[in-house]
């Protein structure tokens, strides 16, 4: 056994097989972010969410895969049963994904993207956590223009669009899935681990707002200067018909500096990786002496993907009796958003197991078995 595996099986044995409440309270918090965002949003709550819920609720996934390959090794499974479970249940993530985007409702749908990093994901199951941790510095420099390359060469391609094709593909969100998969080997029930995990997010996110707020407004300025000198922009737009990469527009370099929300930037990402850090380690500091406080939102977390699909067959249910799903002048609007949406997580959660999550290992359960290791891992 490698010292990458024997690293995973400590971290697991420590970790035991229950849930980690903080965990689920963390992606339960995000979804409810999401739930503001679409259903009651004004300026002062885009600014807290917008874009932030989505890194948390991939940050959080990201650690749920790394400790499933760890509980998974600890139980002597063939890593090819891991791999055959991810595999499936990208498969099942992808067509939920797609059923949702067929609703046509006006937000951004990321299950395609987070099923691109299930399969993309095993590539570092089995790496050091040196290697991780190196690997999600790498993304979080580079991915960016990548993902703006991206975004013009695979225009048109949905499933390469998925992969690299914009602030909602999987290159755009693999910084913190990555990062996730880093924390995921880490002791998660220790006050330490929280500790680190708030003082990191608040160093980040100050860090990303202070360059937002005094060093990139110039950067960009110049940046964009420097563009206007060597592309020409006015040039006659490429001729759709035309065949690749002669139909490709010019990728949007200017956006390089952003730091709105979805840009899915360095800044941007850094950012809301800084705020999802934080909650994620106030959750985990909470949890050691008040509990109780996090269980309605750990109840949400747990049913985390049928609750992130409900809101948009909800948008869509009201769009189709031209209800005004936005709670305009409704007194408290955010209260009852969030009340609503922890009763609902709440009723969920009392089913063995939500509805898609369910469907979902009875899917994965298809095409996959944890069988006993027959051979040394190399």
Same mark, same amino acid.
């Given at each position: 056994?490698?010292?990458?595996?024997?690293?995973?099986?400590?971290?697991?044995?420590?970790?035991?097989?229950?849930?980690?409440?903080?965990?689920?309270?963390?992606?339960?918090?995000?979804?409810?972010? !999401?739930?503001?965002?679409?259903?009651?949003?004004?300026? +002062? @709550?885009?600014?807290?969410?917008? %874009?932030?819920?989505?890194?948390? #609720?991939?940050?959080?996934? *990201?650690?749920?895969?790394?400790?499933?390959?760890?509980?998974?090794?600890?139980?002597?499974?063939?890593? @090819?049963?891991?791999?055959?479970?991810?595999?499936?249940?990208?498969?099942?993530?992808?067509?939920?994904?797609?059923?949702?985007?067929?609703?046509? +409702?006006?937000?951004?749908?990321?299950?395609?993207?987070?099923?691109?990093? #299930?399969?993309?994901?095993?590539?570092?199951?089995?790496?050091? +956590?040196?290697?991780?941790?190196? &690997?999600?510095?790498?993304?979080?420099?580079?991915?960016?223009?990548?993902?703006?390359?991206?975004?013009? !060469?695979?225009?048109?391609?949905?499933?390469?669009?998925?992969?690299? %094709?914009?602030?909602?593909?999987?290159?755009?969100?693999?910084?913190?899935?990555?990062?996730?998969?880093?924390?995921?080997?880490?002791?998660?029930?220790?006050?330490?681990?929280?500790?680190?995990?708030?003082?990191? *997010?608040?160093?980040?996110?100050?860090?990303?707002?202070?360059?937002?707020?005094?060093?990139? $407004?110039?950067?960009?300025?110049?940046?964009?200067?420097?563009?206007?000198?060597?592309?020409?922009?006015?040039?006659?737009?490429?001729?759709?018909?035309? /065949?690749?990469?002669?139909?490709?527009? /010019?990728?949007?370099?200017?956006?390089?500096?952003? &730091?709105? $929300?979805?840009?899915?930037?360095?800044?941007?990402?850094?950012?809301?990786? *800084?705020?999802?850090? /934080?909650?994620?380690?106030?959750?985990?500091?909470?949890?050691?002496?008040?509990?109780?406080?996090?269980?309605?939102?750990?109840?949400?977390?747990?049913?985390?993907?049928?609750?992130?699909?409900?809101?948009?067959? @909800?948008?869509?249910?009201?769009?189709?009796?031209?209800?005004?799903?936005?709670?305009?002048?409704?007194?408290?609007?955010?209260?009852?958003? /969030?009340?609503?949406?922890?009763?609902?997580?709440?009723?969920?959660?009392?089913?063995?197991? %939500?509805?898609?999550?369910?469907?979902?290992?009875?899917?994965?359960?298809?095409?996959?078995?944890?069988?006993?290791?027959?051979?040394?891992?190399?």
């Amino acid at each position: 056994m490698d010292s990458s595996v024997a690293e995973s099986a400590a971290v697991s044995k420590r970790k035991g097989d229950g849930r980690l409440i903080a965990l689920d309270a963390a992606r339960g918090l995000a979804v409810l972010g !999401m739930y503001l965002q679409h259903f009651g949003s004004n300026m +002062t @709550i885009s600014s807290i969410v917008a %874009g932030n819920t989505t890194l948390l #609720f991939v940050l959080c996934g *990201g650690i749920s895969y790394s400790i499933m390959a760890q509980r998974m090794m600890e139980r002597g499974s063939e890593p @090819i049963a891991f791999r055959a479970r991810m595999i499936a249940r990208a498969v099942f993530v992808d067509i939920i994904g797609y059923l949702l985007i067929m609703l046509n +409702t006006p937000y951004g749908i990321i299950l395609p993207a987070y099923a691109a990093l #299930f399969v993309l994901a095993l590539l570092l199951v089995r790496r050091s +956590t040196r290697t991780v941790v190196t &690997t999600a510095v790498v993304l979080l420099l580079f991915a960016p223009p990548l993902m703006l390359f991206g975004m013009s !060469m695979l225009k048109g391609a949905c499933l390469l669009s998925d992969i690299a %094709g914009g602030p909602m593909s999987a290159l755009a969100l693999a910084p913190a899935f990555v990062a996730g998969m880093a924390i995921g080997r880490i002791d998660l029930t220790r006050i330490q681990t929280g500790a680190w995990l708030t003082a990191s *997010g608040i160093v980040m996110l100050v860090i990303g707002k202070l360059l937002g707020a005094f060093v990139l $407004p110039d950067w960009s300025v110049r940046w964009e200067q420097w563009l206007m000198s060597v592309i020409n922009f006015s040039a006659a737009p490429p001729d759709q018909s035309a /065949i690749w990469p002669l139909n490709t527009e /010019i990728p949007l370099w200017h956006m390089l500096f952003a &730091t709105a $929300p979805h840009t899915a930037t360095t800044f941007q990402t850094l950012i809301g990786l *800084g705020m999802a850090f /934080i909650v994620l380690g106030l959750a985990i500091l909470v949890e050691q002496r008040f509990a109780a406080v996090l269980i309605p939102f750990a109840a949400v977390g747990r049913v985390a993907l049928t609750m992130y699909a409900l809101q948009f067959v @909800i948008v869509w249910i009201l769009s189709l009796f031209k209800i005004d799903y936005s709670m305009p002048g409704l007194p408290l609007h955010d209260l009852v958003i /969030i009340l609503l949406g922890l009763l609902l997580g709440w009723l969920f959660s009392r089913m063995p197991a %939500g509805p898609l999550e369910n469907l979902m290992r009875r899917f994965d359960g298809l095409f996959s078995s944890a069988k006993p290791v027959t051979t040394p891992v190399k």
